[in-house]
T-cell receptor, first 109, second 114 residues
Framework: GQSLEQPSEVTAVEGAIVQINCTYQTSGFYGLSWYQQHDGGAPTFLSY????GLEETGRFSSFLSRSDSYGYLLLQELQMKDSASYFCAVKIGYQKVTFGTGTKLQVIP | EAEVAQSPRYKITEKSQAVAFWCDPI?????LYWYRQILGQGPELLVQ????????DSQLPKDRFSAERLKGVDSTLKIQPAELGDSAMYLCASSTTTGYNEQFFGPGTRLTVL
């Protein structure tokens, strides 16, 4: 089976940096994705890491350590619109991912 | 920009009734997924199609749920009979068969069972 752990809630100040961690245990592993979901909206893809290291896309970066079964999403220069839920998802097979329970990020002024 | 379409957006039904949800994936996407999302939780895969074939329905409650994708394009998810515990958001997503499996989600159908 698979299990993913993320903090349930995180609060951060506008303009600051926040890191959302994800640890996983899976029977197979191809890579780690991150999705953003605003209240009432659909999840949208943010990033994917298949190899160890940091991937940067604008204000968002994602990190993976396969040996530690660990990854994180780093959000810089936080904006109010970044308030949303963030899900890590492990790719465990061909075209298949398992989602974590999500981290609700609240950005405060 | 191409999007995944779903209908209806909202559905209220009484328990024991039948409900159906429709999804039209992005054109050319061979893989289609149906997820159920309970408030405060992550999406849970119900069924995955590759073209018209089911490749994973291990989490689909087959005594009451059914899904089809007859021509390998759009898809229908049905619940009969609906139960109170089925109240949730039902999300459809699609992806190509290449690359890292970025999934594109539709707006979802919010189901309330009374």
């Amino acid at each position: 089976g698979q299990s993913l752990e993320q903090p349930s809630e995180v609060t951060a100040v506008e303009g600051a940096i926040v890191q959302i961690n994800c640890t996983y245990q899976t029977s197979g592993f191809y890579g780690l994705s991150w999705y953003q979901q605003h209240d009432g909206g659909a999840p949208t893809f943010l990033s994917y890491n298949a190899l160890d290291g940091l991937e940067e896309t604008g204000r968002f970066s994602s990190f993976l350590s396969r040996s530690d079964s660990y990854g994180y999403l780093l959000l810089q220069e936080l904006q109010m619109k970044d308030s949303a839920s963030y899900f890590c998802a492990v790719k465990i097979g061909y075209q298949k991912v398992t989602f974590g329970t999500g981290t609700k990020l609240q950005v405060i002024p | 920009e191409a999007e995944v379409a779903q209908s209806p957006r909202y559905k209220i039904t009484e328990k024991s009734q039948a409900v159906a949800f429709w999804c039209d994936p992005i054109s050319g996407h061979a893989t289609l997924y149906w997820y159920r999302q309970i408030l405060g939780q992550g999406p849970e895969l119900l069924v995955q199609f590759q073209d018209e074939s089911v490749v994973d329905d291990s989490q689909l409650p087959k005594d009451r749920f059914s899904a089809e994708r007859l021509k390998g394009v759009d898809s229908t998810l049905k619940i009969q009979p609906a139960e109170l515990g089925d109240s949730a958001m039902y999300l459809c997503a699609s992806s190509t068969t290449t690359g890292y499996n970025e999934q594109f989600f539709g707006p979802g159908t919010r189901l309330t069972v009374l």
